[in-house]
Structures are given as C-alpha cells and as structure tokens.
C-alpha cells in the first residue's frame, strides 16, 4: 500500500514568472491536501502556511512549457481553487532528482480519483 504522506524540499513558481524566479518551499502532502512552507516543518510548532491546495481541484499535470522550468524536470498543476475563479492558478512545481517519481506517483494517484 503507498503512503500518502510525503514531505520534502521542493522549487515552485506561478506560470508568468521567470523560472530564475522560483523559490525553495517546504511541502507536506498528506491524502488530498498539499501545504508548502518556506521553512521545514519539525516536531515542535509549524511554521506560518505559504500556500495551499487541494490535489482533488488539480484539472491538469503536465510537463512544465517553460523551456528553463522543463529542462529542471518540473510540471505545472493547472488548480481550480473555487467556482469564482474558474481560471484558477497554474502552480510550477520542479523535484529533486531522486525523488520525482515518488512524488509524481502519489500526486497522480490522487489526481486522478
């Protein structure tokens, strides 16, 4: 049986920005729920929320178009967050080597549920 706990180290961007511009969250995806947080989460008390989702709002996971982002390896999750924003955000997400397929695994599993 997979785990649906996964936490770690990862580079995200929104779509628009320059992938020079991405940033190093640390993100806990637990069942449905994504959180990401620009400090690691230890024992003691989490630090403050950076961002959010849902992978059951997840409409698409692709390969990112960005031809910089691509070369990293990274996707874009194309998330609808609520009826009022049909258009919702296109989250650029790149792994560390190692760990891609793991994670690709467990967000596809609930993607597509």
Known sequence: MQTLLRKGWLRKNHRGKSWATSVERFFVSDGFQVYYYAKAVGSGK??????????????TMQPSTDPVAAEAGAIELHVVFNQYEPKGKIITIAFPKGDRAAWLELWASAIAQ
Not at 46 to 59: A, E, S, T, W, Y
Request: no cysteine; proline share 21%; glycine share 8%.
């Open 46 to 59: 989490p630090p403050p929320v950076k961002g959010h989702f849902d992978l059951r709002n997840v409409v």
